[in-house]
């Protein structure tokens, strides 16, 4: 059974930082992708970065251009967690931001779509604001 547990949500004021983390089980890293989405406010799902990791030593990151150059996307094989390092936060990226995996794909139309992801978790919180 595959099971994604994310944590590290809080209020931060613009211009911080922050770690989310996502404890995966029940899939292998090299076989699946995995991914933080995020649903803002009376909005709708928004991909945000994508991982692979064929080997332990290897890792394929992929960034939603609202993001690029602020979040950094992680993992520890070893640990079966996935980080998501935000910095430079803006009031934007306030949001309920969820982990979720899928089989590996190599294109974009594929791992950034959010429709494709059958397994989540139950998200955390992300609140920027002074």
């Known amino acids: 059974e595959v099971r994604l547990v994310e944590s590290g949500g809080d209020l931060v004021q613009p211009g911080g930082s922050l770690r989310l983390s996502c404890l995966a089980s029940?899939?292998?890293?090299?076989?699946?992708?995995i991914t933080w989405v995020r649903q803002k406010p009376a909005r709708g799902l928004e991909w945000v970065s994508t991982?692979?990791?064929?080997?332990?030593?290897?890792?394929?990151?992929y960034y939603a251009d609202s993001v690029k150059g602020r979040f950094t996307i992680s993992g520890n094989n070893e640990q079966s967690t996935v980080y998501l390092d935000m910095s430079s936060l803006k009031s934007e990226d306030t949001a309920q931001y969820y982990c979720?995996?899928?089989?590996?794909?190599?294109?974009?139309?594929?791992?950034?779509?959010?429709?494709?992801?059958?397994?989540w978790g139950q998200g955390t919180q992300v609140t920027v604001s002074s």
């Open positions: 979720v995996t899928r089989p590996f794909c190599k294109e974009r139309q594929c791992y950034a779509n959010v429709d494709e992801y059958a397994d």
């Open positions: 991982i692979y990791s064929p080997s332990t030593s290897t890792y394929y990151r």
């Open positions: 029940g899939f292998s890293f090299k076989e699946n992708v």
